[in-house]
């Protein structure tokens, strides 16, 4: 298949919302529920104005339509669609477009790699809260996991990235418990924060 031509020079966010319009019609409202439970884990957790950004600027490239909805209990609300021309670019871009290198930004293993600014007992904490949200971030994969599985054309695309966000974040927690179990290696006498804030015995 020829690769196909990339007319606009968007950027990856412009393509995560013309992706998430491709399963079909929605409103900034609903794109943005649908992003937090669907590519949030691995990608992007847009906030309202970041969608209406994009929205804008896709509909000025004219790769999505805008229709007013009047209705009649609740605030009027604007729908927006792909095009066919949309489509042609969101496929060019999701199959042929340069692959760019992963780029992993983490503001919380930064505070771990200058962690003796505040100490052991504060970066326990610090785990130890990390470790609490990776391991509702696990549950919270393992049921979307339940509701997509098993694969099927379907069910394919969206479980493969929902199966990388498992052993992505399986390794996470089991990587947490090493490095909580390090510190209490060399500070046997170390404290650990409750989720109150008190501190208990190690």
């Given amino acids: 298949m020829p690769a196909l031509q990339q007319t606009n020079n968007l950027p990856a966010t412009s393509f995560a919302v013309l992706g ?42 004219g790769l999505v339509t805008e229709q007013h909805v009047q209705q009649q209990t609740r605030p009027d609300k604007r729908i927006y669609e792909i095009t066919e021309e949309g489509r042609n670019q969101l496929a060019g871009w999701v199959g042929h477009s340069e ?3 992963a ?5 919380f293993l930064l505070r771990v790699f200058l962690g ?5 007992e504060a970066l326990l904490h610090l785990l130890q809260q990390h470790l609490a949200q990776e391991e509702a971030m696990l549950a919270h994969l393992q049921e979307a996991q339940e509701e997509c599985s098993p694969y099927s054309d379907d069910s394919l695309y969206s479980l493969l990235t929902i199966r990388a ?38």
């Fill in 20 to 61: 998430l319009l491709s399963f079909g019609p929605m409103s900034g409202y609903d794109l943005k529920q649908f992003a937090d439970r669907s590519i949030s884990h691995f990608y992007w957790s847009p906030a309202k104005s970041q969608i209406y950004s994009e929205l804008r600027r896709l509909k000025q490239a």
């Fill in 99 to 101: 692959l760019e290198p």
């Fill in 165 to 202: 966000g498992v052993h992505i974040t399986e390794a996470t927690i089991k990587w947490s418990h090493e490095a909580i179990a390090a510190i209490h290696s060399l500070h046997p006498d170390s404290q650990t924060h409750t989720e109150t804030g008190a501190l208990d015995p190690a």
């Fill in 103 to 107: 780029v992993f930004k983490s503001t």
């Fill in 116 to 120: 003796r600014a505040a100490g052991h």
